[in-house]
């Protein structure tokens, strides 16, 4: 199925970073690092015209989806299912041999165990230079930054996370994934281990890895339980996955699926459980599908050319045309949530179209958490919780909310086949670049995020 899989080498290709708005379709090719994608778009050495037909006089843009199978300069081949594999340029291995010991290593961001946590769980997400994009005159900024942000949000966080028991339930619900994915592979024939690797509490990347060497596997499928593509997730995690610069991962056989949001077993999966919660609504064709996405800022899409709105956008898409094909008619939106600190984040905010669409006589409402495949503090608390409250408030009769995939057993499924889909891709993987981020605005940026409202939101 559709994925889009790419292996480590020193060979990359990514959004044209001088687009004002860039579409998934107008990649150009680069030569680079592979962890620098999306994340260091002043790097490029390649000056593009900005045009779709002929963006650099170096190399040629991909462009039509990259849906047919082209090949480019540096020996890439994109074929019909957003796949990037390798030709004579990288050592491609053969699709797995029965010898090969396989493992799979899910990227997820971790969560505070307990209260006690929640303020160094908060410093680590702070201290990620994906997170808090400083310029690169200021990067020494970042761990202060990080302790004063996580000592002044601390108290607020607590609150939430008291008010979903106590902590967050992403290890469990994670590790549940994992028994659950390795059970749907061994029902497949491709006996796997699966680990689970958090960016920001345990288990960190460190300790899979060590796992993972521990049990001498030959092969390994990286899979982010994040659908759509960010710098700030997936992009984050995988920089860390790259930058341990361990000598038995450097040698390892390895696949990356980089995003997965238009697969047919998540977006039929999806479709399921919003048919399943519409039947609950008094008269269920009247009830608004209100998508409401895990927001970014602006800057992230608008200058370092984030494919994650885009992502969002063609995943929505998708699950309405299903939902059409299965003859659900009902109105849609989609808004973003979560928004943190004093710059600007994707629109339309959640808070603000919920109070909007009460205003304007909208009775019935289902909300569809789409950007993270377990329940967490966002749709445990702010969901269920505070938006709830808000359109109740705002004259909507009606509420209903779309569970999380969590372990649905056609979804994990949907992530078995992802997974041996992946693993002929599998390259050995290259050591390591920095990440940048703009420097412009510079003395703006840090004035914000000093004196902004970081703390309050
Ligand atoms: C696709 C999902 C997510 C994106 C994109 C994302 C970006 C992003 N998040 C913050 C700030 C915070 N995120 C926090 C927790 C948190 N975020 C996600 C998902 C995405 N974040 C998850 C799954 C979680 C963990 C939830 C849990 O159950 O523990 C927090 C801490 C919670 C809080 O205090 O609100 C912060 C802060 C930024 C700044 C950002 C993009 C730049
Ligand atoms: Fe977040």
């Known amino acids: 199925m559709l994925n889009e899989i790419t292996s480590f080498c020193d060979i990359s290709f990514r959004l044209c970073p001088k687009l004002k708005t860039p579409k998934l379709n107008n990649y150009i090719i680069l030569e680079g690092r592979h962890n620098s994608w999306y994340s260091s778009c002043e790097a490029s050495a390649i000056q593009c015209t900005h045009s779709v037909d002929k963006c650099c006089n170096k190399t040629p843009l991909l462009s039509a989806n990259h849906r047919l199978s082209?090949?480019?300069?540096?020996?890439?081949?994109?074929?019909?299912?957003?796949?990037?594999?390798?030709?004579?340029?990288?050592?491609?291995?053969?699709?797995?041999?029965?010898?090969?010991?396989?493992?799979?290593?899910?990227?997820?961001?971790?969560?505070?165990?307990?209260?006690?946590?929640?303020?160094?769980?908060?410093?680590?997400?702070?201290?990620?230079?994906?997170i808090i994009r400083l310029p690169r005159l200021f990067r020494f900024l970042q761990l202060p930054l990080a302790q004063l942000i996580s000592v002044l949000r601390a108290p607020k966080s607590k609150e939430s996370y008291a008010s979903i028991g106590g902590g967050s339930p992403l290890r469990k619900i994670t590790d549940e994934q994992a028994d659950a994915l390795k059970m749907a592979l061994e029902a497949k024939d491709v006996p796997a281990n699966v680990y689970v690797a958090m960016r920001y509490w345990h288990?960190?990347?460190?300790?899979?890895?060590?796992?993972?060497?521990?049990?001498?596997?030959?092969?390994?499928?990286?899979?982010?339980?994040?659908?759509?593509?960010?710098?700030?997730?997936?992009?984050?995690?995988?920089?860390?996955?790259?930058?341990?610069?361990?000598?038995?991962?450097?040698?390892?056989?390895?696949?990356?699926?980089?995003?997965?949001?238009?697969?047919?077993?998540?977006?039929?999966?999806?479709?399921?459980?919003?048919?399943?919660?519409?039947?609950?609504?008094?008269?269920?064709?009247?009830?608004?599908?209100?998508?409401?996405?895990?927001?970014?800022?602006?800057?992230?899409?608008?200058?370092?050319?984030?494919?994650?709105?885009?992502?969002?956008?063609?995943?929505?898409?998708?699950?309405?045309q299903e939902l059409r094909s299965r003859g659900t008619n009902n109105f849609h939106t989609l808004a973003y949530q979560s928004r943190v600190g004093p710059v600007e984040w994707l629109k339309p905010y959640t808070d603000k179209v919920l109070v909007e669409l009460g205003q304007q006589g909208v009775k019935s409402l289902l909300a569809v958490p789409i950007s993270f495949v377990s329940e967490h503090i966002e749709t445990l608390e702010e969901i269920d919780m505070e938006y709830r409250e808000l359109a109740l408030n705002s004259g909507i009769e009606n509420w209903g909310r779309v569970p999380a995939l969590n372990c649905t057993s056609s979804f994990i499924t949907d992530l078995a086949d992802a997974v041996i889909e992946a693993l002929p891709s599998a390259v050995s993987m290259s050591s390591t670049t920095s990440i940048s981020s703009d420097d412009d605005n510079v003395f703006d940026y840090v004035i914000k995020m000093l004196f902004g409202s970081v703390l309050q939101s």
């Open 70 to 130: 082209k090949q480019n300069p540096v020996g890439k081949v994109f074929n019909s299912a957003d796949v990037c594999t390798f030709t004579e340029t990288a050592s491609k291995s053969p699709s797995h041999a029965t010898e090969d010991k396989i493992g799979v290593l899910l990227l997820n961001l971790g969560g505070p165990d307990t209260l006690n946590d929640v303020q160094a769980f908060l410093y680590n997400l702070f201290a990620d230079p994906d």
């Open 203 to 320: 288990p960190f990347t460190e300790e899979a890895v060590h796992q993972i060497k521990r049990d001498k596997i030959t092969k390994l499928v990286v899979l982010p339980l994040y659908p759509q593509y960010s710098i700030s997730t997936t992009g984050s995690s995988i920089r860390i996955l790259q930058s341990l610069d361990d000598m038995h991962l450097s040698g390892l056989p390895v696949a990356v699926i980089q995003s997965w949001y238009q697969r047919e077993g998540y977006i039929k999966t999806i479709v399921d459980l919003i048919e399943k919660e519409l039947r609950r609504f008094p008269v269920p064709e009247e009830a608004m599908i209100f998508f409401s996405a895990h927001g970014v800022p602006v800057s992230y899409i608008e200058k370092a050319g984030d494919p994650y709105k885009d992502q969002m956008e063609e995943c929505i898409s998708l699950i309405m």
